[in-house]
């Protein structure tokens, strides 16, 4: 286990150090969460045919949903990326029309010989003891060999929100709102995490 | 109202065709979701001092998200986003360390000189008969005419996930998870929209 990347490694066709620059231009800086969910986006479209519409079920907020926006058309604002938070570092890329699917996710039983990606996971040390550099290295090295991967049918209908189907404008806050949500927006029934008219905030306009 | 942008407008610091591009890159199409996320990020910017450290609250999946990960560092992935869904057409941009913020959101009180707008926000008319350059031009004229801006104090405790203090490996199904989920990870309690085992899915590999 060195402490160089893995020269000849791609990830959804591009170099390693492409894809390290777009993630650092994207996500802010070259995490080692944003390594890992590109081994896991590559792993997955080698288990999928070529030029399928497929969306993404996420089970993490963390990292992945980046790499996932970066390496696939799908984003969470254009509905693509399904964001259903099981706290696993996982993701199901699946067939738009059927649901046919795989599923990536992180082996722990396979982490016995990288013990700097089980410490990173298990958030067994303090992130300023994390010698980021080798334990990029061993992700990039360890690479297929600590992923699972396995067939999966999506229950699209699980997916699928109902909740937008109309809306109304909201006789408390007067804003656009999905009727489903009832009298009133879930924002004016103590849903929101903010409390309006803070002294000072607004600065000019 | 013509059916020409606005050529003069800038959305956060991007010329309007800057923008376009950026969008259809990331976002697939130049959704009219998207140029209105676009006049929101914008303006909630200009009633916030320079130089802040900010994050963001996002009240929707629809379109708007993608506008923040566009014109802002915020991602899902790097925590910056933190998507509420209320279903309102709005974000909060507040600071870091305090939560001082602003709210910017869709006035629908003042939609009435904007019948396209109102009919795409209220999906009045279905999706085919849109006509999507009239609503892009009608847009771009009603810019911050049609937003709403409020001083908000957002409550960082209330964004802060304490779920992932701690992780353990899931005796279900081997793979690692918040502890405080419980005995087992959520997806081994029912919560994974996907069954396992599909017929014929993966393909290679």
Redesign the interface.
């Known amino acids: 286990m060195g402490t160089e990347p893995a020269p000849s490694i791609t990830i959804c066709g591009l170099t390693y150090e492409e894809y390290a620059s777009a993630v650092r231009a ?3 800086h070259l ?1 080692p ?2 390594v890992l ?1 590109g081994l896991l986006v590559d ?1 997955a479209y ?4 070529p030029g399928e519409l497929l969306d993404v ?1 996420c ?1 993490t ?7 996932v ?1 970066l390496l696939t ?1 799908c ?6 990326l ?3 938070d ?5 993701l ?1 890329l ?1 067939a738009k029309d059927t ?5 990536v ?5 396979a982490l016995g010989p990288w013990p700097e990606i089980a410490a990173f ?3 067994q040390a303090p992130k300023h003891a994390q010698d980021t550099a080798a334990l990029l290295a061993a992700l990039l090295q360890a690479g297929d060999d600590i992923l ?8 699209l209908a ?2 699928a ?1 109902r ?8 006789p408390r ?6 009727e489903a ?1 009832g009298e009133a ?3 004016c029934r103590g ?15």
Chains 1, 2 share one sequence.
């Open positions: 994207f996500h802010g995490a969460g944003m969910g792993l080698r288990h999928r045919p079920v089970e907020r963390t990292c992945l949903p980046d790499a926006q058309p984003t969470l604002g254009n509905g693509g399904h964001l259903v099981l706290g696993r570092f996982a199901t699946f649901g046919a699917g795989v599923r996710a992180v082996e722990a039983g996971l298990f958030k699972r991967v396995e067939p999966v049918e999506v229950d699980r997916l929100s909740r937008r189907a109309a809306f109304a404008v909201c806050c007067g804003e656009g709102y999905p949500d927006c879930l924002g849903e929101a995490p903010y409390t309006v008219g803070g002294a000072g905030s607004v600065e000019n306009g």
